[in-house]
């Protein structure tokens, strides 16, 4: 038998052409025709040693991050992949905030400025009304349950000299709001009660501050308590690295009691006393830069956000930007409910007139000319969506699914199923606490890190992003920005308006029998702006089409900020006199609803469609 002759592979045999001696800046997602020449290789070089790789790629298709670095790494050259986008994005802000920065660090214009002081601490440890003495107001009593529920920001004077403070929540549901808090703070006052000591949620306020490297000084509540031990907490606190100045150590510890008003003046004293040493100073001059704490849409007053300005000075009028919201300021509002016309480095103000609510822990900055805030903001929502922003990849903490709890089960593992839970009404909030409750068995415990009435927030999904949870809606609805939040960190929303059907969905993900989820697809959303009584008809909405395209006889849901109140079909849908089968994003128009007629401007219109999602 003749003998065959060993086939030759050939190897990929690099051109000549030197390599680049810089770093070289890449896109995600470059061609070959794009990768080679920056490389100084042509595209063919790059097809050919990613087919000796095992890769067949054309010359216009997207190449992932392992195949550039493979090839970059075959010819020795450094290289930093980067988000598309993010060059011209780099580039536009380099060109318009350059000079704005030199100006915030002129030494010369530097001023002092007041202490942004956090308060941390363990729930129910007395933080809100620790500022309430501060303040001489009651915030405590307008809480839910007289837990804070959102971070508010509040400025103080002692003594001609003011103070910034930031309250975040305390309970462990809010751990992402807690940490936004640290990142804009100089000095942390973390509470503890003198009658429980250290807590799980003491510890985490320590390393957030650590994190953030802000010193902390402690507040020793509730001495006034006949089983008050404040050597107890000392001694607490020192195994945690915070050691007391009264045992020899730096950490600053004032015993206080909010609720008969003893140490408060000691505790402001030594804020001072800290941000003098701290010698904390800014620039009023030029252009302000900022931190937003938290953003909402307000009916009414369009998309709102709580800012703290940390350098230059915020007016109204001036062109902003943060994240891709853009817009002119419309008003100021500070932290007692008056509008005011500028804001100072440290200062708290409410901002109105974003094009749409940034999202919290974006930087404010102010431009030239509305036209950059403009620019600035599109390129940055440009590339969000080149990015893949509603397919971002899993990330550590990105909320669980109800199917995985029978794979933790199977495993012998005893398994948590985290919930944050979503009610139209008190009532029902606790009746469907009170039956998920009781499907508890060895093997699974269910945790709530959220229970509370109204809409699915934004806040909602980035707090099951960074527990772990799966958000359940009971009779509520998440809005647009929701939805697309919870599809970038791949949080589960699932709504229900039957509590068995919730119920059932629960037991089901527990024996593996989890049936496949029908995909609601929110096809239109329109936003009510007017009503009209027609004689014989009833209640007409007037309406304007935000999002999508409104059909007649679609699905549909009316939502009351974030509550659905009624389901049905549109019986109507009406272009000025005209009937017509569809209305396009943008477009006014009038819908009459079958069975309904309690419509008020403001409420949200929402067409859908179900279709079926069988599991893999």
Request: aromatic share 4%; hydrophobic share 40%.
């Amino acid at each position: 038998m003749e003998e065959l002759e060993p086939i030759q592979v050939s190897t990929y045999v690099p051109s000549s052409a030197p390599v680049p001696d810089q770093e070289v800046i890449i896109e995600r997602g470059s061609t070959p025709q794009e990768v080679g020449p920056k490389l100084n290789r042509s595209a063919g070089d790059v097809i050919r040693f990613l087919f000796l790789q095992g890769e067949v790629v054309t010359v216009a298709q997207s190449l992932s991050d392992d195949m550039i670095e493979l090839f970059a790494a075959e010819l020795g050259a450094r290289i930093r992949l980067v988000d598309p986008g993010e060059e011209q994005e780099a580039a536009l802000q380099a060109r318009y905030f350059a000079e704005a920065d030199a100006e915030a660090e002129d030494e010369a214009s530097l001023r002092h400025r007041p202490p942004v002081v956090t308060v941390m601490g363990h729930v129910d440890h007395g933080k809100t009304q620790l500022l309430d003495r501060i303040r001489a107001t009651d915030v405590v009593s307008g809480e839910a349950g007289g837990i804070t529920q959102h971070i508010g920001a509040y400025q103080v004077e002692q003594d001609g000299r003011t103070i910034t403070f930031i309250d975040t929540p305390g309970h462990e549901a809010f751990t992402a709001m807690r940490a936004r808090g640290a990142q804009v703070t100089d000095i942390v006052v973390l509470v503890v009660a003198a009658d429980d000591g250290v807590m799980p949620q003491t510890l985490e306020a320590i390393a957030h501050a650590r994190a953030a490297d802000v010193p902390i000084i402690v507040a020793i509540n509730k001495i006034d308590r006949a089983d008050a031990d404040p050597n107890r907490v000392q001694q607490q606190l020192s195994e945690q690295g915070l050691v007391p100045e009264s045992w020899g150590g730096d950490t600053i510890t004032v015993e206080v009691s909010a609720l008969q008003n003893l140490g408060i003046d000691d505790l402001l004293e030594q804020i001072n006393v800290l941000a003098e040493v701290l010698e904390l100073r800014a620039s009023p001059e030029g252009r302000a830069r900022g931190t937003v704490l938290e953003a909402n849409l307000d009916i009414g007053r369009g998309p709102v956000a709580t800012v703290i300005v940390q350098s230059g000075t915020l007016r109204v009028g001036d062109p902003i930007v943060a994240g891709s919201a853009w817009g002119r300021v419309r008003a100021l509002i500070d932290d007692r409910g008056d509008q005011v016309k500028e804001a100072l480095p440290s200062m708290p103000v409410q901002v109105l007139g974003f094009s749409e609510p940034p999202i919290a822990g974006d930087e404010l900055r102010v431009t030239a000319e509305l036209s950059v805030a403009e620019t600035i903001g599109e390129a940055r929502e440009q590339r969000a969506r080149f990015a893949g922003y509603a397919q971002a990849p899993v990330v550590p903490g990105a909320g669980a699914k109800l199917e995985d709890i029978f794979e933790q089960i199977q495993r012998g593992e005893t398994t948590t199923l985290t919930l944050v839970l979503k009610a139209d009404v008190q009532g029902s909030l606790e009746a469907v606490t009170e039956s998920l409750r009781k499907l508890e068995r060895d093997e699974v415990k269910v945790a709530f890190v959220n229970r509370a009435v109204g809409g699915i927030t934004e806040n909602d999904v980035q707090l099951a992003a960074a527990s772990n949870a799966t958000i359940i809606g009971f009779n509520v609805r998440p809005n647009r920005r929701s939805r697309e939040l919870a599809e970038a960190h791949r949080v589960e929303i699932r709504t229900y308006e039957i509590i068995y059907k919730l119920i059932e969905d629960i037991e089901a993900a527990m024996v593996g029998m989890l049936a496949p989820t029908y995909e609601e697809v929110v096809t239109g959303e329109a936003e009510v702006r007017e009503v009209f009584r027609v004689p014989r008809v009833g209640a007409v909405a007037g309406c304007y089409v935000r999002n999508g395209v409104i059909t007649r006889g679609s699905k549909v849901r009316f939502l009351r900020d974030g509550v659905v109140i009624w389901k049905g079909a549109i019986s109507s849908l009406r272009r000025f006199k005209d009937d017509v089968r569809s209305v396009q994003t943008g477009f006014e128009c009038g819908v009459g609803l079958t069975d309904f007629q309690d419509l008020h401007q403001g409420d949200i219109i929402e067409t859908y469609e179900e279709r079926e999602v069988p599991r893999t």
